[in-house]
Structures are given as C-alpha cells and as structure tokens.
C-alpha cells in the first residue's frame, strides 16, 4: 500500500470435507485430523504443494488444551510449505468467517500476498476434565516432594470429585443454550412452527439438489471413507417433521424441534485468498472478492436475543457502503435454527426495531426469498462450529462466480451474542456457467 491504496481481496475458492453428525462417521477423528484433510483437499485443488503461504489463520470452538496451536499444526501437516505462519484464533460460529477477514484486511492493505482461512470443530471428540478440585489435587502432586505431601494432596478427598465434566453447551452468563436462547427469540418475534419447518424442509431439499446438480462437487472432498454430508434428508417431509416433539421448551409452548436446528457435527473447512497479483501469477482464476466485512454483538445477557447480533452488522455494513438490504443477487444466512433466520428476516423488516435498535429511519425491508440459501444451508449440511463460515464463504464465492458477477450478503451468528457478516463482489463475465437458473442470470 505504498501508493495508499487498498489491493482488492480476492476469493480463490475453497474445500472442505464432508460434514457428519457427531458420535458417527467421524468418531475417531480429531479437530488436527480434519483440519489437515481440509487443508490437503485445498492445496490439491489449486496446484499449492510445496507453495509458501503468508499466513493461515483460523481454529477451532471445541478443543482441548494440546489444540492450542491446531492451525500451524495443519500447516505442518500438510504440503504447504513449512515456513507458512499460522495464527490460531477463536469466535465461537464466526471463526472461519472472522478469519477470512483478517487475512482479507493484511492483503489489502499489501502487509500479505495470500492467505488460507480455515476451521474444524467435533463434539465427538469433545474435551472432558476432572473436576477443578481434583485437577487441583493432580498440581499438588506433581509439585510434591516426598511420599507424605503426596498423601496431603488427597486429604479430605471425595469420589464425587473423579465425576467428568464435559463442556458445556450453554451461556455462561444465562445458563441457558443456545436453543433455549433461540425459543425465546421465536416466542418474542412471534415465529410459527409451520414457518420453521418450511425453512428447514426448503435447507434440505436445496442440499439435496445441489449435490445432485454437480455444484458440490470440488467443494467437498473425501474423508474417512465419506464422500457426502450424512445429515441431508433427500426424502424429508414435512409431515414427518410435524410430529417430531420439541427439545427445548417442553411445556406445550416450544416450536423449536430437531428437525429445524442445526445438529451437533464434525467437519472441517478452509478458503483461499490473495491479491490479485498473486492471482495472476498462480494462473488462479478470482471467484470474487471480498469486499467489506463487520463484526456486532448485542447485550443478550440484559434480553437482547443472543442471535440476533447480525442484524447489527448488516445495518452497519449497508450503511458503510450506502446499499440496501435488497441490492444483492445472494444471501447466505447461517442457519444455527430456522427460528433465528426468520427472526432476523423480521427484524429488517420491522419499522419499530430498526428505529429503536438500529437507529435508522426506515425499516431495512424484505429480501427476495428466491435467493436465500440457494444450495441449502446449515441445517442441512450440519454446523462445525468454526468450520461454517469457511463453508460460507467458499459456496458464496462460487455462486458468484457461477453467474458471472452480481454481489452476496454473508450473515453468520454466533454463541456470546455476536455475529459476522461480510459482502461479496462478483467477477464479471460475458455469461453464467451452464446450470445457473435464468432466474439467477444477470
């Protein structure tokens, strides 16, 4: 940035492995296993073996204390070359997405060249520790000098400090999950079972139908036998999905079941970035750039909706760039549950919470649904943790890319009360790749 002007972010593309629920096809693997396969899938597909990357930044939601450095074991692991740096970093469902915008912000400003961002996440392989006492106990006795100081560290010891204790899924600062979280915002936005059913029905099938289509194919390689994400419902229906009881709130009330949530899964993600320099010099074609990113959060604790964070960063996004909500070809909306998209949906479209909450002078109104989510989303395809908005970001890009230009919205929540959303511009070409609906064309 010599000249202090900003080099454009481009996209390249991205991989990732399929997502399996949790406790099936992935069991015996771990946050590095799949991070590396993610990582290998994308240096295989853009010739980058042996290739020295500036910098890999991303991580994981769900570790354990020896996953402190995951992304530069990834590195190591794979066929980058082994002078590639890599920050490991954290923000909840935002990690991949957040990190992407990092490394977007050092290729603009010209501090790096290329960069990957990526993440993984598995609640099968989930960290559980000893009590805090008993842990205490093991310090004494490793600092223990003598037979007698390592008898004192277990006095007063009981067994029902040897129970585990596993990770919690819930807010530290409610006590209640995310789902918990997620019934009183439907509760408050006054969200339909029927409605959420239908977006989650509508998730499944797009999935279905973009594997079917070949839009998947080289956005998903090959793990541990799977070649396909295991929780896509080709043959859901929505009557099965009415009868389905729900999971959260049980009192007769509750709407939110797990048919229209995201369920528990491992898998792993990453995208590639660069000036378009770079670019050039790889012989990479840019799939889109990204353009503009923010991150917002909301003060859930004091009854805010923990996911409603997006709708912040949005608002504050269209008002940095002077465009509209309705002035994209693509919306890409993570689906943590059904019930949390249709919330956010409302609340752009509310006169009274964009006034009051975003301090605007006019509702942000609706957007087209036949461009939401078009090839599925999390619902479908599962949610790892950290691994979602590299997914994202990589199904974005290419849908640009694909038609031959246009601009994408990005919105991801994430636990905390916070959420990341970004834009992307599409490369314009003469025409769209076969396969894209006329509907879509420019």
Known sequence: MADGKLQRVAVLGGTRIPFCRSHTAYADLTNLDMLTTALGGLIDRFALHGAHIDEVVGGAVVTHAKDWNLAREAVIGSALAATTPAITMMQACGTSLQAALQVGAKIATGQIESGIALGSDTTSDAPVVFQRKFAQRLVQVARAKGAGQTLGAFRGFR???????????????????????????????????SAQDELAYESHRKAAAAYDEGFMDDLVIPCAGVFRDNNIREDISLKKMAELKPVFDKSGKGTITAANSTPLTDGAAAVLLASEDWAAKKGLPVQAFLTLGRTS??????????????????????????????????????????????????????????????????????????????????????????????????????????????????????????????????????????????????
Not at 164 to 186: F, I, K, W
């Open 159 to 193: 067994p029902g400090e040897l129970a585990p204790q596993p990770p919690s899924t819930s807010e530290p600062r409610t006590g209640l999950s995310m789902g918990e979280h997620a019934e009183l915002m439907a509760k408050e936005w006054g969200i339909t079972r």
């Open 297 to 442: 959060a909301v003060d859930f604790v004091q009854g805010e909706g923990l996911l409603m964070a997006p709708t912040v960063a949005v608002a504050d996004l269209l008002g940095k760039t002077g465009l509209a909500l309705q002035d994209f070809d693509y919306y890409e909306i993570h689906e943590a549950f059904a019930a949390q998209v249709l919330a956010t949906l409302k609340a752009w479209a509310s006169e009274d919470y964009c006034r009051g909450r975003l301090g605007l002078s006019k509702p942000l109104g609706e957007i087209g649904w036949a461009r939401l989510n078009v090839k599925g989303s999390s619902i479908a395809f599962g949610h790892p943790f950290a691994a979602t908005g590299a997914r994202i970001l990589a199904v974005m890009a290419k849908l640009l890319h694909s038609r031959g230009g246009g601009r994408g919205l990005i919105s991801v929540c994430t636990a905390g009360g916070m959420g990341v959303a970004a834009i992307l511009e599409g490369v314009k070409t003469l025409a769209p790749e076969p396969g894209i609906k006329a509907m879509d064309a420019p």
